[in-house]
């Protein structure tokens, strides 16, 4: 794979996609556990405002996230539906906005959409075939989804929300920032 040039957040533009996990990024974690209803869906701290300056600087904006909880039967899409519908209808209020979600479900770790799996990219990359992974961040508080942003061909921002144990420069990690009002306030 072609060696890409540093990321330099000064270049991004509305023909960049951003892709952000869920859990630990836009809402807070629930630590060895899932948020399984709209009720336990709570933003991270200001979340919600800081998609107005996403959607001003990104041309799509897309969601991806892993939910084993549906696969082990805890919760169900519906329920994951309501969550989803909940995050959407706040960031919208707030001047923001997601152009798309993709979840996977499955409990195998093998299974293509499963982040570290670029499966859910693809997706996206179906739906909106502007996207261009040379021009794409992923943000996220897990080693997997910097993984999952290699494996695509994405640059790679880390959340130390969950994870802030993982050490920094990292070869999987392009950027490291606290929240993601530390990245926003960055752009």
């Known amino acids: 794979m072609q060696q890409k040039p540093p990321l330099d957040l000064s270049t991004i533009d509305k023909s960049w996609t951003l892709f952000l996990d869920r859990d630990g990024v836009i809402n807070e974690d629930k630590i060895g556990s899932y948020i399984f209803n709209a009720d336990e869906f709570v933003f991270m701290k200001g979340a919600p405002g800081l998609f107005k300056k996403i959607s001003e600087k990104f041309g799509r904006i897309i969601v991806v996230t892993n939910q084993r909880g549906i696969g082990r039967g ?3 899409e519906d329920d994951l ?4 519908k909940k995050m959407v209808s706040e960031v919208t209020t707030a001047g923001g906005k997601i152009d798309g979600i993709y ?5 195998n770790n093998n299974d293509p959409m499963r982040k570290p799996n670029p499966g859910m990219a693809l997706m996206a990359k179906e739906d909106f075939p502007e996207i261009n992974f040379s021009t794409s961040i992923i943000v996220g508080n897990k080693h997997s989804d910097m993984l999952f942003g290699r494996n695509a061909g994405m640059y790679t921002v880390f959340l130390a929300t969950t994870n802030p144990e993982i050490p920094f420069p990292h070869p999987d990690i392009d950027l490291r920032y ?4 530390d990245f926003v306030k960055a752009l």
């Open 178 to 181: 606290d929240l993601l009002q």
């Open 81 to 84: 539906t309501a969550i989803h």
């Open 74 to 76: 805890l919760m169900s």
């Open 103 to 107: 979840f996977a479900p499955s409990i």
